[in-house]
């Protein structure tokens, strides 16, 4: 699976932080379920063809572990971002994005509505 780095351009990320591109049907749906862990410095982006609202939701079943979400949309801005809890079955973006970046919640703090995200492979 690709590899790629995530550079927050309007605040410098407190670590490196890099994330496994994800944009096939059953990557998404399986996201991190079922996974023990994630370190610290890794994270998983699931990209669609567009911005929207319904492709970017997420489910939180199967999860050993909470997550931070970030939402990103096709201009490379955070559009939202959320808090989720193991095992909660469903968590949609406020505004439509076309990314959804999922890390620990310790780095959630990290990102902003309106920050400015890029991808580097």
Not at 51 to 58: C, L, M, P, W
Not at 77 to 90: L, P, T
Request: glycine letters at 6%; charged letters at 30%.
């Amino acid at each position: 699976m690709k590899q790629i780095e995530i550079i927050n351009k309007t605040k410098p990320l407190a670590l490196p932080l890099t994330a496994r591109y994800c944009d096939g049907y059953w990557c998404k749906f399986k996201g991190l379920s079922f996974q023990k862990e994630l370190p610290g410095n890794e994270s998983l982006l699931m990209a669609e063809e567009r911005d929207g609202k319904v492709n970017t939701s997420i489910h939180m079943l199967w999860m050993n572990f909470d997550l931070g979400i970030v939402w990103i949309n096709n201009d490379g801005r955070v559009v939202d971002k959320a808090y989720a809890k193991k095992w909660v079955s469903f968590l949609a973006p406020k505004s439509p994005a076309r990314y959804t970046l999922e890390i620990l919640p310790d780095r959630l703090a990290e990102f902003e509505i309106g920050d400015e995200i890029v991808f580097k492979d």
